[in-house]
């Protein structure tokens, strides 16, 4: 299993979903963050149409390019379909945020071959290694 640190330092195209235009939102200040730190942002969200100037997809399968991390921002309930999803998409890594856990999430990743982590922010993670 791939350590979070080493997964932010490698990944450069991140898809966010759940990632919404609303500026109080946590997935718009990761989203926002991440985006300022050089990685590709490729927003997941089928109530948008553009967020922080990206075209959006509705789900993690219809993006046409290789994607490192998907980054999840909704209810833990609705993660192993998003993570069947990223293991359809090719994706290396299921990325669920702080206060979102799945069994099912992580099982589903796992078996599919990608590194899975759970319950911890990707900025937060990306600042404690400045």
Partial sequence: MTDPETIVREARTV???GLSNDPEKASNEVG????EQGYRVI???PKEDEVLGEHVYATVDQI???VDVVDVFL???KTPEIAED???AGARTL????GI???EARRIAEEGGLAYVENRCMRKTHEGMQ
């Fill in 43 to 45: 927003p997941v969200n």
């Fill in 64 to 66: 046409p390019e290789e």
């Fill in 86 to 88: 990223a293991v359809r």
């Fill in 32 to 35: 926002g963050y991440l985006k």
């Fill in 95 to 98: 990325w669920l945020q702080e």
């Fill in 75 to 77: 209810p833990s309930e």
């Fill in 15 to 17: 898809a966010v979903v």
């Fill in 101 to 103: 856990e799945s069994s």
